[in-house]
């Protein structure tokens, strides 16, 4: 990618995060960066462009700190989840829900694409850990990876959708989706599984 080309990117995703995706026209971004119209769409086709790749180069950055987990060697399966837990709330805190419901109204096509790619990485990384979790002996053996692997995702995508608990809640993200994490461990785990997150929670509380 040309300097050019990242900075325009950089600048319009900047003027999206602060304005919104509907308000900001290619006119607003050529003059926020002081180039012509005629140089921005030498670069982006349209403004749907923009967003697209404004969208990926969001996702790409969290979700290289996500795929690098699949490397977790700090601790067991269990570690390894409080870690995708801990990265997965920093992605909600980061959330502005009104730029997730205009993507989905005005560029469904790219809010769609986005979804899948987020479904796919919370599945290999639970396929993974289900996997790890149960050749540590920390897991339940019969755990079915596929269905665990979609209550997680439906959780984590449930927290996003649901900004308005949050605002009104005594308890803060962080608070709650610890909460939801030790009740899910709690339903994977084994007796030595169980054991260990007792032991984690007393020492790290």
Known sequence: ME????????????????????????????KDLSISKKTLYKYFANKEELVRKGVNESFASISSRMLALLDYKDGNAIDMLFQMDA?????????????QFQLERYYPEVSA?????????????????????????IYREELNAEIVSFLYYSRARLMLQEESFFEQSKWSITEIMREILIYHIRGIASADGIKYLEYKLKNNS
């Open 113 to 137: 694409s986005l979804e899948k790619r987020k479904r796919e990485i919370i599945f290999r990384l639970m396929t993974e850990n289900i996997k790890r979790g149960k050749e540590e002996g």
């Open 87 to 99: 990265q997965i709330c920093v992605s909600i805190e980061e959330h502005d829900p009104s730029i």
């Open 3 to 30: 300097k050019i080309e990242k900075e325009i990117l950089t600048r319009s995703v900047s003027l999206f995060n602060r304005y919104g995706l509907r308000p900001v026209t290619m006119d607003d971004i050529a």
